[in-house]
């Protein structure tokens, strides 16, 4: 696997793209520090020039992740007409990502079942993220103006989950429909 466009990245952002696609396809736990900085391109003094442990490039994959994510929320918040299309391009968005060729589930639940104790670091990033993703919802279903925002947040949050197990492990065609209509329930 090579890292696209190596020569317009620094180090840094070489290493972080080679982590994400390898974290992402094989697992954290079994990718070795020494395959992602072959597959950046970099030496072994340069990466831990960046950073001081496989921890905390670990760390840093998820916090990248979760900016583009969160980057990718506040265009689809701008583009939307309002809080129903702002709700349709969800669930398509999570439709569109458990279609895609590479699907693995979420990035996130597959780092936490690798790392089960919830001071670690990586946890905390996970749970920073879930707690935004929590929020995010909560304003959605506020906007819908769903007598129990918070209620409503819990039920979206676990279809989201479910669906990103779902998509890996099942069907992946059969999933937005049966999406589109547990999150109509929900917000009914």
Known sequence: MEVTSAV??????????????VFYAEGIH???VDRVIAEAGVTRATFYRHFPGKEDLVVAYLKRRDEQIRAAAARE???????????AAFVQGIIDD???????GCPFI????????????????????RRWF????VDLATALQHPDPQGAADGL?????????????????QLGKRLTSAMNDILS
């Open 98 to 104: 458990t279609c895609r060729p590479g699907f693995r």
């Open 30 to 32: 079994n990718v070795p």
């Open 8 to 21: 317009a990245l620094t180090a840094s952002e070489r290493l972080l793209v080679a982590a994400d696609q």
């Open 134 to 137: 929590h929020g995010a919802l």
């Open 157 to 173: 949050a676990m279809l989201r989950d479910g669906a990103m197990v779902a998509g890996y492990l099942n069907d992946a065609d």
């Open 77 to 87: 918040a701008d583009d939307s007409a309002g809080p129903r299309d702002l709700l």
């Open 110 to 129: 597959n780092a936490a079942a690798e790392y089960p104790d919830p001071e670690h670091p990586v946890r905390i990033v996970i749970a920073e993220h």
